[in-house]
């Protein structure tokens, strides 16, 4: 079993959708949670970190159940400039390395 | 201020050669990390340094990778020989503490 795992996509979504993407964590000693971007070809990028009474940047709400084990990312009014591959990142207690899901793929479409 | 930068972006290389690769972390970040995504995976992490330190090196895949960060500043990864399975995109990334990592462009390497 992956210690992160999330749903590759693709989600192919409308101009102005609401989408919701989850990811999954194995390992209860996980301490830190983040949502990166990635664009084709290019580096992951920090979209925001995901905080225990959940955190909100303009368009998108992070969310994270501890007890399910479960991180969420809400993208409200979805523009064309939000294609990309979300990567679901967790580090674990007492360490710095981040441990990757394989990333949801997102395509707004006009 | 300038971001991590990794050259070379690109390498073509063939089975059993040698390979190197450099990462210039932002300035005054003390962490500095490896990682690689083979095509198809999720990135996976290789090591942390802090300073000149190895800080954890448990993700190195064997004794054909050697990472080095003498003074602290850059740091190269080398392989060799190098094997088919080695291709991938190698990601460097620095950062102040444990919070956000910040990424290099990446090393596409291909193994022929």
């Known amino acids: 079993r992956k210690e992160v795992e999330q749903d590759p996509g693709p989600f192919n979504v409308p101009e102005g959708a609401t989408v919701a993407f989850n990811c999954t964590y194995s390992?209860?000693?996980?301490?830190?949670f983040f949502w990166y971007r990635q664009d084709c070809r290019k580096e992951p990028k920090l979209l925001m970190s995901?905080?225990?009474s959940g955190n909100e940047d303009g368009r998108f709400t992070a969310q994270l159940n501890r007890a399910s084990q479960y991180i969420s990312l809400l993208i409200r009014d979805s523009k064309l400039s939000d294609s990309a591959t979300y990567l679901c990142?967790?580090?674990?207690?007492?360490?710095?390395?981040?441990?990757f899901g394989t990333g949801t793929r997102l395509k707004v479409l006009a | 201020e300038a971001g991590v930068t990794q050259f070379p972006s690109h390498s073509v290389i063939e089975k059993g050669q040698t390979v190197t690769l450099r990462c210039d972390p932002i300035?005054?970040?003390?962490?500095l990390y490896w990682y690689r995504r083979v095509m198809g995976k999720e990135i996976k992490f290789l090591l942390h340094?802090?300073?000149?330190?190895?800080?954890?090196e448990s993700g190195m895949p064997n004794n054909r990778f050697l990472a080095e960060r003498t003074g602290g500043t850059y740091s190269t990864l080398k392989v060799q020989p190098a094997e088919l399975e080695d291709s991938g995109v190698y990601f460097c990334?620095?950062?102040?503490?444990?919070?956000?990592?910040?990424f290099g462009p990446g090393t596409r390497l291909t193994v022929l």
């Open positions: 300035s005054g970040h003390d962490n």
């Open positions: 340094f802090v300073k000149e330190s190895k800080q954890d």
């Open positions: 390992n209860s000693a996980s301490q830190s």
């Open positions: 995901v905080y225990s």
């Open positions: 990142v967790v580090t674990l207690s007492g360490t710095y390395k981040y441990i």
């Open positions: 990334a620095s950062s102040q503490d444990i919070l956000e990592q910040f």
